[in-house]
């Protein structure tokens, strides 16, 4: 019954906010109402016991990517005037009306041959969940099942994951970071702008140390709980960049030279992929993690941690990248 | 039965302030003030809705998370309160006062 009430309570909000971002003009406002949308998503996760995809939900839509869309905007200093001063009136609204209203109506209508939320005669229920469920304790020794499935049954999948994220790394480098030895230090994001403040500066020296330790065990106890090592990469992240926006942006990249960023993004997948390739100079196929240990269970486990840590690894250094370069360039 | 009283006193107490927060920050007239009723909700509805949580789990893991979340809010709320005015400030947004605009209103 409450399950209910916090489901209808929780889509209301997304919709008001789904509402309220198209006709703000506001980019500021948009984008805090973006992390407002990703926050009620995960919570929407948890209330379907999925805590694994709230997580990363709320580490990646609401942290990260807000802050990212935020160096942006500084970026490119049009944070409040709309681009037209008024809509452009060229187009009718009436077909797009009807097209949107009848895709909509058969889209609720296809929703009620939908099963139950949960129901245990639904198609995703009756294929491969079922094995997972009744054998990946056994098999691989990890209690949490998403990170059995995630890292070892789909580890092809998540390699793919691991690639596509270093890879849009990568672009990011090629697109904006193109002239980077051009760049000479100037004033912007330095201290000087940002007037050091003594509050901000002891609560986050108080505060960088404990996520980053909460990054840890979220990274290296997600095989028992909700985590692994998109959360913890997005997490460990975090920390940097709040020491980044603290601290100024030139004494974050001493801690962490870009060069370096560049080689532990890279380093992640080599880990991942380098995982994969020692089973199969035993004489097993491709990301076979049985054969990395004297048993079954061990060696899954230890196959599952060193993966996961390579996707920590390279998801950490990406996001870190990502922010260098947005607020980097802000900054000429 | 005295302490499920009480954590409803702190429940029902925290979800009155956040609702007030909620309020003022629709009515209030300026940035300042404003912050004043969300630093409210950040701070006093939510340590009172976590203590009443506490209270209903008792000893036991759930109130030692509680508690971490408490300190965690304790120290964060407030930093980003301070952070918000000091920005606010910082970029030249000056309260407004009083006298600045006699007339306002309903």
Redesign the interface.
């Known amino acids: 019954m409450i399950d209910i009430v916090i489901d209808v309570t929780l889509l209301a909000f997304l919709a008001i906010t789904a509402v309220a971002t198209l006709h703000l003009t506001n980019l500021f406002a948009i984008v805090m109402l973006f992390g407002v949308f990703s926050l009620l998503s995960a919570g929407l996760f948890v209330v379907m016991d999925a805590p694994d995809v709230a997580f990363t939900e709320a580490a990646v839509g609401a942290g990260i990517s807000t802050v990212l869309m935020l160096a942006t905007l500084a970026l490119v200093k049009r944070p409040q005037k709309p681009y037209y001063a008024e809509a452009p009136r060229a187009h009718r609204p009436w077909l797009p009306l009807v097209v949107v209203v009848i895709t909509g109506s058969a889209l609720v209508y296809g929703t009620w041959d939908i099963p139950g939320f949960g129901a245990p005669e639904a198609p995703a229920q009756t294929h491969v969940a079922r094995y997972y469920i009744d054998n990946a304790l056994q098999e691989t020794g990890v209690p949490n099942i998403v990170t059995a499935v995630l890292a070892s049954y789909r580890g092809f999948d998540t390699l793919g994951e691991v690639v596509v994220v270093y890879t849009a790394g990568v672009a990011v480098l090629l697109l904006i970071v193109g002239g980077a030895q051009k760049r000479r230090p100037g004033p912007g994001m330095r201290g000087d702008q940002m007037r050091p403040n003594l509050i901000l500066h002891v609560i986050a020296k108080f505060v960088i140390p404990l996520i980053i330790l909460f990054a840890l065990y979220v990274q290296f106890h997600g095989d028992f709980g909700p985590g692994g090592g998109f959360q913890a990469g997005v997490i460990f992240s975090a920390a940097l960049i709040l020491y980044a926006l603290v601290f100024g942006l030139d004494v974050a990249e001493k801690i962490i030279p870009s060069r370096w960023l560049h080689k532990l993004a890279a380093l992640g997948v080599v880990i991942y992929a380098g995982v994969g390739v020692v089973p199969l100079l035993l004489g097993g196929n491709y990301l076979d993690y049985t054969l990395l240990g004297s048993t079954q269970v061990a060696g899954q486990h230890l196959g599952i941690l060193l993966v996961e840590l390579g996707v920590g690894i390279t998801v950490a250094s990406v996001m870190l990248i990502l922010f260098f370069a947005f607020a980097g360039r802000a900054r000429k | 039965m005295i302490i499920d009283i009480l954590s409803w006193i702190c429940l029902l107490a925290g979800g009155a302030l956040g609702i007030v927060g909620g309020i003022g920050i629709h009515r209030f007239p300026d940035f300042y003030s404003r912050l004043h009723a969300a630093g409210i909700t950040d701070t006093l509805c939510a340590m009172l809705i976590l203590l009443g949580l506490g209270l209903q789990a008792g000893w036991s893991l759930a109130a030692f998370k509680l508690a971490l979340i408490f300190m965690?809010l304790f120290?964060?709320s407030p930093?980003a309160s301070?952070?918000l005015a000091?920005a606010a400030q910082?970029s030249g947004l000056q309260p407004r006062l009083d006298s600045d605009e006699p007339e306002v209103g309903s």
């Open positions: 965690f120290f964060t930093t301070h952070a000091n910082h």
